[in-house]
Every structure is written in structure tokens, then in C-alpha cells.
């Protein structure tokens, strides 16, 4: 375990976290849940047996239509007012720290239950920008990371940007002097890290680079784009009085594709609009669909199902035309996805993600012909839309995929015994 006190190297992740430690050398990551090395970051909190649960079991708790209020993307809220702002959960105001720290202890007791170790202090993963365009959200963000490990029970904590725990992770596919770009994008950030490798465990960090766009971003253009239609957005609404008709606001649309923001539309008011705009559309069965959903809380329902569709869309050995299938809104109801229209919903954030990667080079007064290894790490960075925008802009890189789930919380495994030492 090294010099230091007893270190849990966590990689709090937008969709998914894990946690480990180094022993002889290795990376160990610690099972969270079921034998499974990670754990959706996912909370339930069930209003019915006055109980939070949390992962695989709050997912199960969402589909099996258990009264309560189901949360993923937490860690997209970071560095905004929503982590401050209270509210009553189970009869006790809390806020979104609380609600965080809930987790990251949860974590920790798995963790220490697991090793039979108590873990006072942790080294945790952290974007290289949280908010890439706003200085002053970027920098709350790591204060109410820090104060949600506070609130963990950590007595403290430090911090590695997560392609910097990638790229020690994947030293075993490296050579000494390969100068290589790490390419890690995540649910809610797409991270850069350029390093050149000096030796088994030296890496040395040219420059990192990162952007507020990821995984949950995809699932949002696909939901905005495709699901939307069907439950209303672009329809049009006939006015109170006259003929004219105007097209329905997309605010309702727009939250109800976004992961985090689910969880606030299930008001009365939010309600009350949409029965509004099903009372004077000109086609009321397809609100008639949007007034279900809210009145059903089947928005984190549908948000799994479009990531279901993305995932089918990207798998080349596809045998049936992807579908996004909204079964549980309507009998039958679907959604076409072919893999052509992912890639052209997809490619101006794929060029994004593609122009960020260079940024990282040329910052560091590098050409893109001189990276000759590039490392995918992330789920979303499994996207064959995403990949084929990276080959373009490093046409002479070797690619590696590496532990694509599980890199970063390998790097912080290795890291966590030195990182108090």
C-alpha cells in the first residue's frame, strides 16, 4: 500500500464508478456489486420503504416501477447552483453534496466490506476541465467534489485528471519514447491528455486538455432528434382564439432528453403545460403520449432506451435495422436509427471531440504526425463515429482501446499508494 494511509483510488464517473488499490504492483479494482467491478452512478431513492439504493439495484428499482425519485448523471451538476440547492428526500432536506457524498460513502463501505480495509483518504478522478467555458463553474466544481468526499467520511482527498490515470494504466501497450494522446471520453466530458513514455512507470505529461462533452450529450442529440418528434416537439399548437398555429416550445423536449434534468420535470406545473398543449394541439394523440410520460415519470425509461439504440446502431455485426423502442410509452412505438443517421447526428460533436485532440498537440508544439500511439479510453469513445473522426485528424497513430470501462480507475489503483506518501 506504500508510505502513506490506507488510499481508495476512485473513479467517480458520469454513468458508471469504480474503485480500487495497488498490491504488488498491480492494479486491484475492488467489486462494487454483484461481482461486477463498477457501479452505475445511480441513486434511488424509494419512498415506499424509506431506503436509498444505489447502482444496478436503483436501475432495477426505476424499471420495476417502484414509487421514488431515480437520479443518474450526478456528477454533471457539479460546479452548478443545483449542488446547493435543498430539498426534502425521505423526510430530510438535503442537497445534491449530500446526495453525492451518499454515494461516494456507499462506495467506500463496499470497498472497505470487500478488503476488510478502512480507507481514510482518496485519490479521485477528475476531468480536466468540468466546464470547459466558464472559469468560475470549473473551479466550484472541484470545491463540491472535494466537500462530497467531506461528506463521504473521507478525511481527504486528492486529485488526478482522469486521462493521467489512463495513461499509466496503459503502460503495458507502450514503448519508451512514443509519444502518445490519450483520447477519454466519458459521459459528461471528453478529456486529452499528450504524454511521452520514458519507462514502465515514467510517463511524463506534455499537456491535457479537455471539453464539457460526452456521452450524455450523444444520448441527447439522439433523443432531441429522433424521440422528441413523437411525443410532440415540432408539432404544431392552434392559438386560443383564430386560426394561426405555432410550433410547440421545445423547454419541455429539451429537459426530457437531458439525463440530469429529468428528475425536475415531474411537477404540477410541468404537468399542467403539457396537458395545455395536448388540450390545443392539432394533433392531441401524439401529446396525449408527452402527457403520459410525465404523468408516469417514464422519462429515465425512454433516456435508457435511446442509449439501448445507440449502442445497437454502433455494432457493425447488427443483423436487424436499430431501433430506439418505446414500448413502454406506446405499444409498438419505435424510433429508426440506422448506424448512417447516428454517424450524422453524431458528426459535429465527433468533429469536436476531433478538434480538441489536436488542440492538446499543437498546444504542447506538436504536430499531429508526430503522436504515434492513440489511446481510447470511455465508453462513449467506443463509437465508430468518434474513432473515425480521431483516425482522420492522426492518420499515422497506432490505435489502442486498451480497458476502455475500467482504464482510469486502473491508473488511480496504481497511483492511490503514493498519492499521500
Excluded at 473521507?154 to 496503459?170: G, I, Q, S, T, W
Aim: net charge negative; with cysteine.
Amino acid at each position: 500500500m506504500g508510505n502513506g494511509p490506507a488510499t481508495l483510488g476512485i473513479d467517480f464517473g458520469t454513468s458508471n464508478s469504480a474503485a480500487g488499490m495497488r498490491i504488488d504492483g498491480s492494479p486491484r479494482l475492488i467489486p462494487m456489486e454483484g461481482g461486477e467491478t463498477t457501479l452505475p452512478t445511480a441513486v434511488f431513492f424509494d419512498f415506499d420503504a424509506q431506503q436509498v439504493v444505489y447502482g444496478r439495484a436503483a436501475q432495477s428499482a426505476l424499471i420495476g416501477g417502484d414509487e421514488g425519485r431515480y437520479m443518474r448523471a450526478l456528477k454533471s451538476l457539479l460546479g452548478t447552483p443545483l449542488m446547493r440547492e435543498s430539498r426534502v428526500l425521505l423526510g430530510k432536506r438535503t442537497d445534491f453534496i449530500g446526495i453525492v457524498g451518499r454515494f461516494l460513502a456507499e462506495v467506500k463501505r463496499r470497498a472497505e466490506k470487500e478488503t476488510g480495509q478502512s480507507f481514510t483518504h482518496a485519490l479521485s478522478g477528475r476531468p480536466v476541465r468540468f466546464h470547459s467555458a466558464d472559469a468560475d463553474r470549473n473551479a466550484q466544481a472541484l470545491v463540491d467534489l472535494r466537500d462530497c468526499y467531506a461528506a463521504a467520511g473521507f478525511e481527504d482527498v486528492r486529485f488526478m485528471p482522469e486521462p493521467e490515470a489512463a495513461a499509466l494504466a496503459n503502460r503495458a501497450v507502450l514503448e519508451p519514447g512514443d509519444l502518445g494522446l490519450i483520447v477519454d471520453i466519458g459521459g459528461g466530458t471528453s478529456d486529452f491528455t499528450l504524454f511521452r513514455q520514458e519507462g514502465e512507470d515514467a510517463i511524463q505529461i506534455l499537456q491535457s486538455h479537455g471539453i464539457r462533452l460526452g456521452g450524455t450529450d450523444f444520448d441527447k442529440e439522439l433523443s432531441f432528434g429522433q424521440v422528441m418528434p413523437h411525443l410532440g416537439l415540432g408539432h404544431q399548437i392552434k392559438h386560443a382564439f383564430g386560426d394561426k398555429t405555432h410550433e410547440a416550445p421545445v423547454s419541455i423536449f429539451a429537459d426530457l432528453a437531458t439525463w440530469q434534468k429529468i428528475p425536475f420535470l415531474y411537477t404540477r406545473e410541468t404537468r399542467k403545460a403539457a396537458a395545455d398543449l395536448a388540450r390545443y394541439a392539432v394533433d392531441p394523440d401524439v401529446f396525449a403520449r408527452l402527457v403520459q410520460v410525465l404523468e408516469d415519470e417514464l422519462g429515465h425509461d425512454i433516456a435508457f432506451a435511446v442509449e439501448a439504440g445507440k449502442i445497437a446502431a454502433n455494432d457493425p455485426a447488427a443483423t436487424a435495422p436499430p431501433r430506439i423502442k418505446l414500448g413502454i410509452v406506446e405499444k409498438g412505438l419505435e424510433a429508426e436509427l440506422p448506424a448512417a443517421l447516428l454517424a450524422a447526428s453524431l458528426a459535429d460533436m465527433a468533429a469536436q471531440i476531433a478538434e480538441a485532440g489536436l488542440r492538446t498537440v499543437t498546444d504542447a508544439e506538436y504536430a499531429a504526425e508526430d503522436v504515434n500511439r492513440v489511446i481510447f479510453v470511455g465508453g462513449s469513445s467506443l463509437l465508430s463515429v468518434v474513432q473515425d473522426a480521431m483516425r482522420r485528424a492522426f492518420p499515422a497513430a497506432e490505435v489502442h482501446h486498451g480497458a476502455a470501462l475500467t482504464a482510469i480507475a486502473d491508473g488511480l489503483a496504481l497511483a492511490s499508494s503514493r498519492a499521500f506518501a
